[in-house]
């Protein structure tokens, strides 16, 4: 069905726009024939509500024949047809119109001397009927550029979140088989570190999924999940990885979308310091800057390792949720030079009270 | 390798991981074999060809994921002399290719059951002086790690990993290639036609039927006579360049 007949404020509308087009005809009628005034009213004014409910028949035409897809030849034939026939339709109605007029005293003789007007009533109903295809055609076009829109944003939703579907259940095979396997050559040597080393996974896996669940943690938090698999990697690689925390007590209750430094964390021990032979230290730092959240990673690696499979992956999708979660307001700096690895990110410092910290003024301040 | 006699009563082996608790469980489950010898324990893959070189092991415990050189390219270093079995953890490629070549491995974390049975299989092999898959596991690793990015050169006990875009040009001497290396020169055991095909084909053209060069290092050709042209490298050095060659160097250009 037609939108305009579907909602009674549209068809208030559609019908309010058409009395200007009844002036308009009652004017001509009046100047180009012998009509009166009152005669010219009286026959315009039902005549066009009767046309602009004709004219809602090219919400059909224009949807069966959308632009661009109908060649221009075609759509000229078809409008021309259907312009003719409307038209003709119109100055039919009109006559009845006009012959119900003249059985009233006042109006006697009208449908005799309404003959003259019918080249000009044909050709204005022809240019009204172009007018309201023309005015289809831009509405459907607004409509679909909407609907485009509206579905671009939806899909990107839905991937969005099977992303972070994917996120949450993606904890490495590889890190929880090393895992169980130190676990199990503690055990017979050392079953007090085998029963901590358990605790500390188990730990880690349940932080790791009920923190994903969630939209915002604080730094405070993702620093502890974090700290969690540090301590089970240091189980494993022994006195190979170092840990320097430098982290501002101002920068804890910062809000930060979840799992999102434990990945660069993770990566750092992989592709970094597990790939040295004497290992190495890995930075972790995290300050307040005005109105920004700043925190920065750093880690030895061997510019020589084989590249490994997969890499960059974690790095990209941590990329990718900031910017869908603060757009422009976020960055994520990497850098390699002279054997270390330094990744940072700044994004808005939000706390659990809703307020952005600070003035807005210094947004503006980004990292050096 | 031992002779026959002596490898029915004893059998040396190696641990190579780099991580301290998994060799430890290797070590605890050997304990139940006395007649079983750990040579060695290495925590890198130099390390573990460097060692391997020296003392010879019948057996190696192999963990794929290390620093500087993986498993793989251990095995590959060290040549297919002694038998090996893999230990890892989680590598979904690495599976596949051991039960495609049937290679004995330990998943970990393993049983002593599972640690027999691959332990009287690699028995077997280190016996019978089987080379197993290993030598088609080594080339199956290496092609798909095409184009390859470094180039794993064994010196005697020194290994030298050589990152492919230190190379400026691979010359063919016999059975061996000569990497040239800023003024350096590695050899190594190859066939110039295996070489050529893993590396960076954009890059690496094979101009002669003796070189393969660095089109990054090529300053310019110079025409000697009809159809018979030099290249001249930004060193200086001046490689002949045969009329295939040519026709190869020539949309890089």
Redo the contacts between chains.
């Keep these: 069905m037609h939108p305009i007949l579907a909602q009674r404020k549209y068809l208030g509308l559609y019908l309010a726009a058409w009395l200007p087009v009844a002036g308009l005809i009652s004017v001509l009628l009046v100047f180009s024939g012998r009509l009166s005034w009152p005669e010219a009213v009286a026959l315009a004014i039902p005549a066009v509500v009767l046309n602009a409910f004709l004219c809602l028949a090219a919400w059909y035409l224009c949807r069966a024949f959308p632009l661009g897809k109908t060649g221009i030849l075609h759509l000229f034939f078809i409008h021309a047809a259907a312009a003719l026939l409307t038209s003709s339709l119109w100055v039919f109605i009109s006559r009845g119109v006009a012959a119900a007029l003249s059985s009233a005293p006042p109006f006697a003789g009208l449908s005799e001397r309404w003959g003259d007007q019918v080249p000009l009533l044909y050709g204005v109903g022809i240019l009204l009927f172009w007018l309201v295809v023309a005015v289809h055609y831009l509405l459907n076009s607004f409509e679909g550029a909407r609907r485009a829109e509206r579905r671009a944003l939806e899909t990107q939703i839905l991937a969005r979140e099977a992303e972070l579907k994917l996120l949450r259940a993606q904890i490495d095979?590889?890190f929880?088989?090393?895992c169980?396997?130190?676990?199990?050559?503690?055990t017979?040597?050392d079953p007090g570190r085998a029963r901590r080393m358990c605790l500390l996974l188990a730990d880690f896996l349940r932080m790791s999924l009920s923190l994903g669940n969630r939209e915002f943690i604080t730094l405070e938090e993702e620093i502890t999940l974090a700290g969690q698999f540090l301590a089970i990697e240091q189980?494993?690689?022994?006195p190979r990885l170092m840990i320097d925390r430098r982290i501002q007590e101002t920068a804890l209750p910062c809000l930060v979308p979840p799992l999102i430094l434990q990945p660069l964390v993770e990566n750092s021990v992989r592709h970094g310091i597990?790939?040295?032979?004497d290992g190495g230290s890995l930075r972790i730092e995290a300050e307040r800057r005005g109105g920004r959240l700043w925190v920065a990673i750093e880690n030895p690696f061997?510019p020589?390792?084989?590249?490994a499979?997969g890499k960059g992956i974690g790095l990209k999708n941590v990329r990718r949720r900031l910017s869908s979660q603060f757009g422009a307001d976020t960055r994520m700096d990497i850098e390699k030079s002279n054997n270390i690895f330094h990744i940072e990110i700044s994004l808005p410092a939000h706390t659990k009270d809703g307020k952005r910290q600070d003035a807005p003024g210094n947004h503006q301040e980004e990292n050096p | 390798m031992n002779d026959k006699d002596s490898a029915a009563e004893g059998l040396s082996c190696m641990i190579v991981d780099d991580e301290d608790l998994a060799r430890r469980v290797i070590r605890e489950h050997l304990a139940r074999y006395p007649e079983v010898a750990i040579l060695a324990e290495c925590a890198n893959g130099f390390e573990a060809v460097k060692a391997a070189n020296e003392l010879g092991p019948d057996l190696l415990f192999l963990d794929i994921q290390m620093p500087k050189l993986n498993g793989f390219e251990v095995l590959e270093l060290i040549g297919a002399d002694a038998a090996v079995i893999f230990v890892t953890a989680y590598d979904e490629y690495a599976l596949r290719a051991f039960e495609v070549h049937a290679v004995d491995y330990l998943l970990k974390p393993f049983n002593a059951e599972r640690f027999d049975q691959a332990l009287a299989h690699a028995r077997l092999h280190a016996r019978s002086g089987l080379p197993g898959g290993a030598p088609a596991l080594i080339a199956e690793n290496r092609k798909r790690q095409r184009p390859l990015q470094r180039i794993l050169i064994r010196d005697g006990a020194r290994v030298h990993v050589l990152p492919v875009d230190k190379i400026d040009y691979i010359q063919a001497q016999d059975d061996y290639v000569c990497f040239k290396s800023g003024g350096k020169e590695y050899l190594k055991q190859e066939a110039m036609a295996e070489l050529e095909a893993l590396l960076d084909a954009g890059r690496f053209i094979r101009i002669h039927r003796s070189y393969i060069l660095n089109v990054e290092r090529l300053s310019r050709l110079q025409l000697l006579a009809k159809d018979s042209y030099v290249a001249i490298l930004a060193d200086g050095t001046q490689l002949p360049v045969s009329r295939t060659g040519y026709a190869r160097l020539k949309p890089l250009l």
């Design positions: 095979p590889h929880l088989f090393n169980l396997n130190s676990i199990s050559a503690l017979a040597a189980v494993r690689l022994g597990a790939q040295l032979i061997d020589d390792a084989a590249p499979d």
